[in-house]
């Protein structure tokens, strides 16, 4: 019996030192303990077994060998980048705007290629005071003093050119002139009978003129030119001392006048009379310009000749004839 017990151990320990030593898997995939003194075998990586135990070469990040040298540092190829198809580059890049200017079909905010673009379009406001000379016209401009005063407000749209160095301009405005009569004049007043209260369409009396009044809405379209580079307000500030502009305009009026006058058999009684009066003219400026921030200031010159037909005094002429030199203040953007 105990014979058999001894031969039973040693034979199980046989069988286990044989089992340590394998490199089979036990039991469920599992690999057994390698022996002592023994390294474990890895198995080696798919890329090593494919080329034959070498590493596969790295990615290019330079020109080839024995390629020619080149001036021109050497660029990756851009990554691709995914964009919508709304919005991405349609024929290159897009011009530069102009600071303090706004695009629109004429200016040519298109992409490069495309033809029609034109220069910027940009805005300004004036103020405009000075003399308004009577030179002549009908009766009425005779009895009349030979300056008055004239007062103009308004705003204009530049259209440049693509070197923005000349545009056209629509003007939109409104003025006022005033101008006092000569007195003591001679004008007859035909169908004055609701001036004295008396009856009949052909009554007609003395008058002297103590001042006529025009006030009107003007519209015009003309061209200016710039004699020192571009007109347009610039990113760099522009030139130093500013820009001179020179422009010549023709336009037209509407509006209402009115007329006092005093009857010469009653010099304190004032009278009144209004009419619609309609007009032209023809104007010249001259303007110096400098560039703050971004905006551009103004300050010049102008003359201008209207006409003016006022119908104050039918059957008779009351068409007035004036030269207006007139101080111009105002502001681009």
Not at 17 to 26: D, I, M, R
Not at 62 to 73: D, E, F, K, N, V
Request: aromatic residues 10%; proline residues 9%; hydrophobic residues 35%.
């Amino acid at each position: 019996m105990t014979t058999n017990r001894l031969f039973l151990a040693v034979a199980g320990a046989g069988v286990l030192c044989g089992l340590a030593t394998a490199q089979t898997p036990l039991f469920g995939g599992r690999t057994a303990t390698p022996a002592l003194g023994t390294q474990p075998t890895v198995p080696a990586p798919s890329y090593i077994r494919s080329t034959g135990g070498e590493l596969p070469p790295l990615p290019p990040t330079g020109p080839p060998l024995g390629a020619a040298m080149s001036t021109q540092p050497y660029l990756p190829p851009p990554a691709m980048i995914a964009t919508d198809t709304l919005t991405a580059p349609q024929g290159g890049v897009p011009l530069a705007t102009i600071p303090g200017a706004a695009y629109s079909p004429w200016c040519g905010a298109t992409p490069v290629g495309l033809s029609g673009a034109y220069g910027p379009v940009t805005y300004e406001g004036y103020f405009r005071t000075g003399l308004s000379l009577n030179i002549g016209g009908g009766e009425l401009s005779a009895n009349l003093e030979k300056a008055g005063w004239r007062t103009a407000v308004g705003g204009r749209t530049l259209f440049f050119n693509p070197t923005n160095d000349a545009a056209w301009v629509i003007d939109l405005g409104v003025s006022f002139t005033n101008t006092f009569g000569r007195g003591p004049s001679r004008i007859t007043l035909v169908n004055a009978a609701q001036l004295n209260g008396l009856e009949g369409n052909n009554f007609t009396i003395p008058v002297s003129v103590t001042s006529i009044r025009r006030t009107s809405l003007n519209f015009g379209v003309g061209r200016d030119w710039w004699l020192y580079g571009p007109g347009t307000v610039q990113p760099t500030g522009g030139i130093g001392f500013g820009n001179v502009r020179g422009g010549v305009d023709l336009g037209g009026r509407w509006g209402t006048s009115s007329i006092d006058f005093e009857p010469q058999d009653d010099p304190n009684g004032v009278r009144r009379r209004q009419a619609v009066y309609h007009g032209i003219y023809l104007g010249s400026s001259l303007n110096w310009e400098k560039q703050f921030g971004g905006v551009i200031l103004q300050a010049g010159m102008r003359g201008e000749w209207g006409y003016d037909w006022t119908n104050l005094l039918p059957p008779q002429s009351s068409d007035l004839q004036s030269l207006n030199i007139l101080l111009t203040l105002g502001l681009r953007y």
